[in-house]
């Protein structure tokens, strides 16, 4: 910190507005990126939701074919059930034992039918099932074809800009410690509570860049003999003239064009 009470306060403005500039330029590499990663992201989600519905419905699948298989041996064994009987009213003595075998014959013959029906129902809904497995993996494929695309694009854009973000970012926090702390914390106060990210401007043709307020004259003579910190009283901005703005700008166009 013994450095930064050192700085003039013209050493100061500069450093901030190299900041500015520096932090400006790691914004303009982020917007590249824009909504990528979070596209990446929900499309991840959203082909792990699908995969696991679509395991889903082929465990139900199985489920039902196995529950089908079920019902088949046991109408094989109504049907053993009822040879059984219809034999046994060959060798009865009375009407009542006929009678009692023909009521279970009779049960059996409905279990039958009963187990039939459910048969035909389960196999309705597999059919039902297995089309909605084809769209869930059409749609699955879709959606990794996309995604892939969306990874790729994401990571074409991160192996062009990541060396220079990551640079940037080692400035920003190199010239963040050459600025006290009190300037540095109203930097970032600003630069938080603006649209564009911008908390130190020039002064273009006698207004604060970006804006329609006028800067009077004698608070343009103040600035420009860069003597004390100014601030914008309509966007609460920090003010350097647009000599110091050109110099810096130029001194940074050179850092930037390495990259």
Known sequence: MANTKELSVEDKLRALYDLQLIDTRIDEIRNVRGELPLEVEDLEDEVAGLSTRLEKLKNDLTVIEDQIKAKKIAIDEHNESMKRYVKQQETVRNNREFNSLTKEVEFQELEIQLAEKQIKEMKATIEHKKEVINQSKEKLDTKTNHLKHKKTELQAIMSETEKEETFLSDKSAEYQGQIEERLLAAYTRIRTSVRNGLAVVSIERGASSGSFFTIPP????????????????????????STLAEEEREKMEKLFSKF
């Open 218 to 241: 004698q608070t343009q003579v103040e600035i420009a003999s860069r003597k004390k910190t100014i601030t914008d009283e309509h966007s609460g901005r920090i003010l350097v003239d």
